[in-house]
């Protein structure tokens, strides 16, 4: 029998006897090191001790940091609240339109990050429809207060996509025979129910935590004099240009971070609650009573219209002159967004280059950690998965530090911007293709190598072809998600290379509302496009965003 160390050499002796499969392993751990170990260690080595004895001194710094700490209790948890609640109704009670609500909650996710604080601003601001408007009321969305509302919006939908599949995952047994043995629906749902959704919920709401610390657009459109660790940063850098207190404020921003990441994926592969059923009962699972069941449907009606409002707000701001103001009909301001600057062209042009950088990225690493057996297996695929615990503002900050001298000479050019946003969304696309691999017969692959093929021919003519719907969801979701993000990009832009949620975020702080929400709208047409194309093309065979 082989030890460890044994099963180690006979790895690499495999290695060496496929040279052309090295390299690429070589290459792509090469790449995972130079854009995801290096920033962040540029990040951690910059500050010097008095850096951070600047950071302990300075009240500004701590109340960020406790801002940041509050905001990610609160929002979470009313995001936790609001996902549990729509998961729930859409999974255990027979509620009616739940395709409607479905759709409607995860429309934050293929949107812009900063819609919903976009949209708060134009509902309930100075000028706001309803406050204003409606109701003749001055009101102030700008602090905390505002900054919740927006963030459990754009967040819950995250918390309801995990905890959703965790009640589809549970087996009805337990629950219909404690039901059947007199136990209330109530105590079925408190002692059942709950705690085997613990590892669900634990996970979404660690997830969660790490979006809301990251979150950067909603805090700069509403923060007001209300500042988080992330929006602190970003002034730093562009107000005061001080890269080592600003390296500063990304470490404190890390460390929560990285321990909810760490945390997340220990739920995820230890505490795992299962129930040993044997073969699928097809049970139906236990349903809420007539009562309950129209009180969640109330309350998934009411989460449907806020957000629909945000969406239709934007929709409505998008083809009016001056909003609050004018309410005139007009194209004017697509003129000016699609054909007096080149934003929204760059967003997509990088957008797309981002999403082929990603899907081969991932498609590749993927079959690599999945299907070969080399030393470092786990680091590879634990450095593929390290970007979702990045904030944004770390990874801009870092690239800025990174490369911005030689030998690796990027700062300015498109491909710094592409990179940032191809390490953004490389988790979700690596995981798509491993989910993909899964359900791949080992066998195929194994005739193939009996035949005589490589590795990299196996690969090329067998398992590319079979993935190819993996590759285009993760092409598609890189590809939407490059077009909205801000936070990691907003460092890296220079003249001729503004991406348009850039543009957006410039122009709503300027007061110009229309035009950033004809942008805002032109973003979210062109997303749900390119989702719609995927579903064209793969039909239901990839999900993304749970659509």
Known sequence: MLTAAGLRVREVRWLLREPALLAVLLAVAALLVLFVIL?????????????????IQREAFVRATRNSILMAVLSTSSAMAVGFLYAYAIVRADIPAKGLFRTVALLPLVSPPFVTGLATILLFGRRGLITHGLLGLTYNPYG??????????????????????????????????????????????????????????????LLVSILVLADFGNPMLLGGDFYVLATEAYLQVIGRYNMEMAA?????????????FLAQRYWIGVRAYTTVTGRPTGLTPLRVSGPVRWVLFAACLLVAMIVLSVYLVIAAGAFVRVWGVDWTF????????LFRQRDLYNSVRFGAMAGVITAVAATVTAYLTQRKSFPGRGTLDFLTLLPVALPGTLVGIGFVLAFNQPPIELAGTVTIIVAAMAVRTLPVGYRLSVASLHQIDTSIEWASRNLGASSLKTFARIMLPLLRYAFAGSFIYSFVKSI???????FLMTPGKVVASASILGLADHGYWSQATALAFSLIAIALLALGALRLVAGRRVQLFDL
């Not at 500063?248 to 909810?260: E, I, K, Q, S, Y």
């Not at 007009?330 to 967004?337: E, V």
């Open 39 to 55: 920033p962040v260690i540029r990040v951690l080595s910059v500050p010097s001790a008095e850096h951070w004895l600047q950071y």
């Open 144 to 205: 905390w207060h505002g900054l919740w509302f927006a963030q459990t919006l754009s967040f819950f939908p995250i918390a309801y996509l995990g905890i959703a599949g965790v009640l589809r995952a549970i087996s009805p047994s337990l629950e219909l025979a404690a039901h059947n043995l007199g136990a209330r629906r109530f105590a079925v749902f408190r002692t059942i129910a709950v705690p085997l959704a613990t590892p669900g919920l634990a996970s979404a709401a």
């Open 248 to 260: 500063v404020l990304c470490t404190v921003l890390l460390v929560p971070a990285l321990g909810f």
């Open 330 to 337: 007009t194209l004017k301001n697509f003129q000016y967004t």
């Open 484 to 490: 909205n993000t801000l936070s990691a990009v907003v």
